[in-house]
Structures are given as C-alpha cells and as structure tokens.
C-alpha cells in the first residue's frame, strides 16, 4: 500500500472525528506541535517504529510530542493508531492533517526572509501588504533572516513567491548578460 495513502486516509478520518467532536483546531495545534517535535528529534520516528519499544512508551512520546495540553481526541486518536500497529505513521499523519485543516479552512503559510531584522513597523508593512494580496484567507505568518539576501526581502504564501532580494536582481541582471 501506498506510503502516502495511509497517512492520508487517517489524518482525513480524524478530521471528521475532531469535526464532530467541534475539537478541529485544537488537534490542528497538537499537529502542529507534533511536527515541530518530529522535526527537533529526528530519532523520534525510529522511536515509534522499534517493535521492542512498549506502547505505553511510544503513548507518552507522542503525548509530549503535542504539547502540554492534549485534547481527549488525540489522545484516543494515538490509542486507535497503536492498537492498529500504525504508530510509525504518526509524522505522515501530522502532515497531512495539517494540510487538510488548512485547506478546509483556507489558511496560507506565509514565509517573510529580509536579508537582516526588520522594526516591528515594517514587518507589518510587509504583512499588511501580503494581507491585501490575498483577501479572504487566514494567514499563518513566519519570519526569517538571511544574510545572502544582501537586501531587499522574498515572500512566500504557499507554492507563490515574491522576490525583491538584491541577490535575486543581481542574479536576473547576470542572466540578462549571459543572453546578449
């Protein structure tokens, strides 16, 4: 069976259980929080899927992988996924149920990089500015700094970029060179 397909059909079956339940956007923050902890703790998923680690073990993990509060849901979300033996899924599932929250409830990640800090004022510039281009969206906003920008900033929502880096208008510039 498909990798993918697994995760999908879980994440898909919890969000109509967390719909009924009125628990969506709580189990969208322990999601959330579950991915960031997969992401810290690259040993986590060999964690899970060691046959030699007891379930009670891998509950607690995943139980602390969500955050301090966890929602009656997730806990027997995270029951159902190892008494079906499917706990080494658990990433994937966080994943696709975050995007399936997020589509349903039209939400855009927005990722804002400058080259160097911004005030607090021209951040929200910046947002302001990302807000009027995509009306009717909810947006989760995220902040960078790279140093390799020279300048300028690059904004992405979603699969859409925005760039007006300095290296980027150097790099056009060289491109343009290259073709004459």
Do not use: C, W
């Not at 159902?80 to 929250?101: P, S, T």
Request: glycine share 4%.
């Amino acid at each position: 069976m498909d990798n993918g397909l697994i995760p999908r059909r879980y994440a898909k079956a919890l969000y109509k259980f967390a719909l009924e339940h009125g628990s969506t956007q709580a189990v969208y923050d322990e999601m959330k929080q579950v991915v960031e902890a997969f992401r810290q703790n690259p040993t986590l998923q060999k964690t899970l899927a060691n046959p030699f680690v007891s379930n009670a073990d891998k509950a607690s993990l995943l139980k602390a992988a969500a955050g301090e509060k966890v929602e009656n849901d997730y806990l027997g979300f995270i029951k159902m996924l190892l008494e079906m033996r499917r706990e080494e899924y658990m990433q994937l599932i966080a994943l696709a149920y975050r995007d399936l929250y997020r589509r349903e409830n039209k939400i855009s990640q927005v990722r804002i990089t400058t080259a160097a800090k911004l005030p607090d004022t021209e951040m929200s510039k910046l947002r302001g500015m990302v807000e009027k281009a995509f009306p009717g969206r909810k947006l989760e906003h995220s902040d960078a700094v790279d140093p390799d920008l020279i300048g300028g900033f690059v904004i992405d929502v979603d699969d859409a970029r925005m760039d007006a880096s300095i290296s980027n208008e150097i790099e056009q510039l060289r491109l343009t060179l290259i073709t004459k």
